[in-house]
């Protein structure tokens, strides 16, 4: 039995890409810097999974910004705005796409399947021109065949690359992107001819969007896609992996028909259904790669227990053909336990990063070629032993809490439209009210004072009055622009989920457990382990400082139950929504003291709960059901005059409106400019929203600033379907990883794109 790895996280150990790719931007290092640190981190990874036996490791998983990204690149798919017209797609166009430029918006970016990774979403339509325009695939295998390994190249395969993409803006919405497949086939056998001429053994094509409910004619596409790149894959072993889900049947059906292909990865993680689709019928002679070891969390592997599904597996298909892989790339994991030296010594004896669930992989593999690890499996039983009992995990109050609110539904007493008029009588707020998302700027100042008193350098007083220059200088700024509905700025907080965990029971925390979110984005995720409460007041000191410091409604900033959950790693020994409901009964404790205190404006972020929609449509109704009643037990006991707002970030809502409506909130503000105001079709096609309503007018992750005249526009193309007395202006996301210069200019025109409309709105 052998070893595969689907993918690994490219950021590094202790965010070396990052860094690297942040110091490019700014024009402090140049291009030879950033490939410096790039070659040293792959191969780093490529001698890691070589040195513990790992048969077949990836190359081509490594990217600067998003493997999406470099599809595009590869096919020579640059939107025109660009400039690009032929030749190798360079490092200005390629960051050009992600980010933007002076004159050219970014590419929209969305949330990869359901998990927290973002992706650039392609731009297609019949007029593109497809080329091979980026040879970075067979560069990288080339780069580790001269350190002596033989690596599997992976390429997004070209139906998850098509059913991914939009049609560009000056292209019918309607269009068919499968139309286009017989035109980007002949990049793809480009690409295989020079990987075959390099040397390559193997190709690995990811295909997870198989797990997705497909019609039949996409599936016949599937079908004829790999049947037409037959001859050109000949010579090659020829892998499809699939990830995050079952593989329906019908999908199965027509993957495991395909003859090209020598071997099948399935995420038997996520999957379980699809381990009874193999018992019935896995095609005779081809490999299976049984994703076993879970790459989307950092529990250990209960080595035993996957060790029985395996020997499961040998029953039906024969020990040889069994392939032991990992659930889908490592990317969505942190990357090596090594660095957490402060960490408990029982929790950190639970846990496994992507370096450790290499050794796992490669010891289960070992194991059932019978090289078993007896000291390894025996130190993992104990381990697995150790969480079930230990007293740290489980609160019987808690759980008795749980289920009493999981009997009833919770909402508020009255109607979102008379709550509105009685917030609005209260508030006395402008036609199209401003306001922003929450954060601003974390300066490097700001970060080294939070570091200073987390490590006991300063004292608390010392600490509360830079914090509280802090707030006075954002409060300020808004003021002077003119913002009607103001924030603090969140300069106390670290990361909007760490800061409430930190303060919650069940929590833990890592000093390096960094996942890549998007381009040199990187969020370090808690980890739940044990029934979570709320201790004590989380914000109640910090939200009321800040009110006292204005006569502006002053918002309280808290992140939803739904949030947390979706943005933690999550305990795996109970439901997910049991711990959702523990976190929301939290969270409601703090929405109603901060009521108490005098905030009347209270957001409750729940920016994550679309990115928890499981992928399939028969499970999609019981999760929407338990996430928006979480989000609803949060605040369904406050007065109406306390205007509830909560925000959404980037990833497609118009399959969820009628949810969002539910969740009856008072006021929504969402991302949509980023995504060509996607998210107002919903309206076009007739959907009513009678609460406020906020689409962002500018995208916050492009250092571009939009001019007064652009976000003008994009209010009055709101207008078409909104009202004026439910539309708020406010940018998509929050502010914290742009700069000061920036956030300035771009408020000011947002502010005045405003009150132009508003002027425009009296007149009429």
Same mark, same amino acid.
């Given at each position: 039995?052998?070893?595969?790895i ?21 024009g402090?290092t ?12 792959r191969?780093?990874? /490529?001698?890691?999974m ?21 599809t ?12 690009w ?30 998990t ?20 970075k ?7 580790a ?22 049609p560009?803006?000056?292209v ?14 002949p ?23 198989l797990? %997705? ?9 599937f ?7 037959e ?8 892998l ?7 593989v329906?049947?019908e ?5 495991t028909?395909?003859k ?21 019928d ?12 879970d790459?989307?969390n ?8 996957s060790?029985k599904?395996?020997?499961? !597996? ?10 032991v892989?990992?659930?889908c ?7 090596d ?7 408990d ?8 990063f ?8 490669s010891?289960?593999a ?13 130190s993992?039983? %104990?381990?697995?032993?150790s ?19 999981m009997?009833?539904?919770h ?7 008379a709550?509105?008029?009685?917030q609005?009588k ?6 199209l ?26 004292s ?19 003021e ?33 457990? /960094?996942?890549?979110?998007?381009g ?14 709320r ?5 109640v ?7 006292k ?19 933690s ?12 409901f ?8 703090e ?16 920016a994550?709960?679309?990115e928890g929609?499981p ?6 109704e ?13 605040n ?7 205007q ?5 970030c ?26 060509d105001?996607?998210?107002l079709s ?5 959907v ?14 492009s ?15 709101? !207008?078409?379907v ?5 539309? /708020? ?27 132009l ?8």
């Amino acid at each position: 039995m052998s070893s595969h790895i689907v993918g690994y996280p490219r950021i590094g150990p202790k965010r070396e890409l990052k860094f690297a790719l942040e110091s490019f931007w700014d024009g402090k290092t140049g291009v030879d810097d950033l490939q410096n640190v790039a070659a040293n981190l792959r191969r780093s990874i /490529w001698k890691h999974m070589a040195s513990v036996g790992i048969k077949y490791i990836p190359s081509n998983t490594f990217s600067y910004y998003d493997q999406m990204l470099d599809t595009t690149a590869m096919l020579g798919a640059v939107p025109s705005r660009y400039g690009w017209e032929s030749g190798e797609v360079g490092f200005d166009v390629y960051f050009s796409m992600a980010r933007g430029n002076a004159s050219a918006p970014a590419m929209e970016m969305t949330k990869w399947f359901d998990t927290n990774y973002h992706y650039i979403v392609p731009e297609l339509g019949p007029h593109v021109q497809f080329s091979y325009a980026s040879h970075k695939a067979v560069e990288e295998f080339k780069e580790a065949k001269s350190l002596g390994i033989d690596t599997v190249p992976v390429l997004i395969g070209p139906m998850t690359y098509l059913l991914l993409s939009k049609p560009a803006k000056d292209v019918d919405k309607s269009f068919c992107l499968l139309s286009l497949i017989d035109k980007i086939l002949p990049v793809y056998e480009e690409v295989l001819a020079d990987l075959k001429s390099a040397g390559a053994r193997w190709i690995q094509f990811d295909e997870p969007i198989l797990v %997705m409910d497909l019609d039949t004619n996409q599936l016949q596409a599937f079908s004829d896609a790999y049947s037409h790149m037959e001859s050109s894959l000949a010579g090659l072993n020829v892998l499809i992996a699939t990830y995050f889900a079952d593989v329906p049947a019908e999908a199965y059906k027509a993957l495991t028909s395909l003859k090209c292909v020598t071997g099948f990865g399935f995420d038997l993680v996520r999957g379980l259904e699809t381990l009874d689709l193999i018992k019935v019928d896995f095609p005779r002679g081809k490999l299976l790669f049984a994703g076993i070891v879970d790459g989307r969390n950092i529990w250990a592997n209960d080595l035993s227990a996957s060790l029985k599904t395996l020997q499961t !597996l040998e029953d039906i298909i024969g020990k040889e053909k069994v392939v032991v892989s990992t659930s889908c790339s490592l990317l969505h994991t942190a990357v090596d336990l090594v660095n957490e030296t402060k960490l408990d010594k029982e929790l950190k004896s639970w846990l496994a990063f992507a370096a450790q669930k290499v050794v796992e992989v490669s010891a289960l593999a070992k194991s059932f070629s019978g090289f078993k690890d007896e000291a390894l499996f025996a130190s993992n039983s %104990m381990r697995q032993a150790s969480r079930r009992s230990s007293p740290r995990v489980t609160n019987a109050t808690i759980k008795h809490n749980v289920a009493a609110v999981m009997k009833s539904d919770h909402r508020r007493s009255t109607k979102v439209s008379a709550r509105l008029q009685a917030q609005q009588k209260k508030l006395n707020l402008h036609a199209l009210p401003t306001t922003t998302i929450g954060s601003f700027p974390q300066t490097a100042d700001l970060r080294r004072i939070r570091k200073e008193f987390k490590a006991r350098k300063i004292s608390e007083s010392d600490y509360v009055q830079a914090i509280k220059v802090e707030f006075e200088k954002v409060i300020k700024l808004q003021e002077e622009l003119e913002i009607d509905v103001l924030v603090h700025g969140e300069a106390e907080r670290n990361d909007m989920v760490e800061f409430f965990g930190e303060q919650l029971s069940g929590f833990a925390f890592t000093s390096n457990g /960094w996942v890549q979110s998007y381009g040199s984005r990187c969020v370090k995720p808690p980890i739940i382990y044990g029934d979570v409460s709320r201790q004590k007041a989380m914000t109640v000191f910090w939200s009321s400082m800040a009110q006292k410091m204005t006569q502006r409604p002053m918002k309280g900033m808290l992140t939803g139950p739904v949030t947390i959950l979706n943005w933690s790693f999550v305990r795996n020994d109970q439901p997910r929504y049991e711990t959702c409901f523990q976190i929301a009964l939290a969270i409601k404790d703090e929405v109603e003291d901060l009521e108490k205190a005098g905030i009347t404006v209270i957001q409750i972020d729940e920016a994550a709960l679309r990115e928890g929609l499981p992928l399939r449509r028969s499970e999609q109704e019981l999760y929407l059901d338990w996430a928006v009643h979480s989000f609803r037990l949060t605040n369904c006991d406050v007065r109406e005059t306390t205007q509830i707002h909560t925000h959404m970030c980037y990833s497609n809502f118009n399959d969820i409106i009628n949810s969002i409506i539910n969740m009856d909130a008072d006021v929504i503000t969402i991302e949509n400019s980023r995504s060509d105001e996607k998210l107002l079709s919903v309206f076009h096609e007739g959907v009513k929203y009678g609460a406020g309503i906020g689409p962002g007018v500018y995208d916050i992750h492009s250092p571009r600033i939009p001019s007064t005249e652009e976000i003008a526009e994009r209010i009055n193309k709101m !207008l078409e379907v909104l009202d004026s007395n439910v539309l /708020w202006v406010n940018p998509d996301c929050g502010l914290k990883t742009r700069k000061y210069s920036e956030v300035k200019s771009a408020l000011s025109n947002m502010v005045a794109a405003a009150k132009l409309i508003r002027s425009q709105l009296n007149k009429s």
